[in-house]
């Protein structure tokens, strides 16, 4: 018998100004952990997390009803990170990390990396934005006009065997019946959903799919 889905939301602390993409998205029905200042995204929309995850460095730690995890601030891993680990413990397999793509590139560049950790974990995970959705395809996926774009890339190992069913530029754009994306190509960016649905394989390695908006 599959695993049951068991979902959690995360909402980091980057600076982006999108809480009413955030209100859109969650509500406080939804099992909600706060990495750090992620807590005040939250509470800006009337919604208490159930448990917030910091050092609390950016922000105050709050006194509100919800279960709070203080970490030290000299620490090995992100709050972000520590968040996830925590929702994995917990039994959690399908995540959503919220306001985790901001003005700092080396935490942003951390958060995608999560993405490699859940996928060891046996987890699924995403990070969405109100312009972009990252997660990760390592068998057949399909995909829809969420988004307006979409590119593939080797994530962390190359990846063989490709290929793009319903999409505008396929294996065909290039002669081949199949496409070997290593890490460091650059040709499958800035792809499109051609019909009603795209359908995304690959024989061996991990694609990570970024769907976007501009």
Same mark, same amino acid.
């Given at each position: 018998?599959?695993?049951?889905?068991?979902?959690?939301?995360?909402?980091?602390?980057?600076?982006?100004? $999108? $809480?009413?993409?955030?209100?859109?998205?969650?509500?406080?029905?939804?099992?909600?952990?706060? %990495?750090?200042?992620?807590?005040?995204?939250?509470?800006?929309?009337?919604?208490?997390? !159930?448990?917030?995850?910091?050092?609390?460095?950016?922000?105050?730690?709050?006194?509100?009803? $919800?279960?709070?995890?203080?970490?030290?601030?000299?620490?090995?891993?992100?709050? &972000?990170? =520590? *968040?996830?680990? /925590?929702?994995?413990?917990?039994?959690? +397999?399908?995540? &959503?990390?919220? +306001?985790?793509?901001?003005?700092?590139?080396?935490?942003?560049? %951390? !958060?995608?990396?999560?993405?490699?950790?859940?996928?060891?974990?046996?987890?699924? $995970?995403?990070?969405?934005?109100?312009? !972009?959705?990252? *997660?990760?395809?390592?068998?057949?996926? =399909?995909?829809?006009?969420?988004?307006?774009?979409?590119?593939?890339? %080797?994530? /962390?190992?190359?990846?063989?065997? @490709? &290929?793009?069913?319903?999409?505008?530029?396929?294996?065909?754009?290039? !002669?081949?019946?199949?496409?070997?994306?290593?890490?460091?190509?650059?040709? %499958?960016?800035?792809?499109? @959903?051609? *019909?009603?649905?795209? =359908?995304?394989?690959?024989? *061996?390695?991990?694609?990570?799919?970024? =769907?976007?908006?501009?």
């Amino acid at each position: 018998m599959a695993n049951k889905i068991k979902k959690c939301i995360i909402v980091s602390g980057a600076p982006n100004d $999108c $809480c009413d993409y955030l209100k859109n998205n969650i509500s406080d029905n939804d099992y909600i952990i706060a %990495a750090d200042s992620g807590y005040t995204r939250l509470m800006s929309i009337g919604i208490t997390p !159930n448990a917030i995850v910091g050092d609390f460095d950016s922000s105050n730690q709050p006194n509100i009803d $919800c279960e709070i995890i203080k970490l030290p601030c000299e620490k090995a891993y992100c709050d &972000t990170f =520590e *968040s996830v680990n /925590l929702a994995i413990e917990r039994g959690f +397999n399908d995540i &959503t990390i919220y +306001n985790a793509i901001g003005n700092r590139m080396d935490h942003t560049y %951390a !958060n995608m990396l999560i993405l490699n950790y859940c996928r060891e974990k046996g987890a699924i $995970c995403r990070i969405c934005d109100e312009h !972009n959705r990252l *997660s990760l395809i390592t068998d057949k996926t =399909e995909i829809y006009r969420d988004f307006d774009n979409f590119s593939l890339f %080797a994530y /962390l190992e190359d990846c063989k065997g @490709v &290929t793009i069913k319903g999409a505008h530029y396929t294996a065909g754009f290039y !002669n081949l019946e199949k496409l070997d994306i290593k890490q460091g190509d650059m040709f %499958a960016v800035s792809n499109y @959903v051609d *019909s009603d649905k795209c =359908e995304i394989d690959l024989e *061996s390695g991990t694609l990570l799919l970024i =769907e976007s908006n501009d």
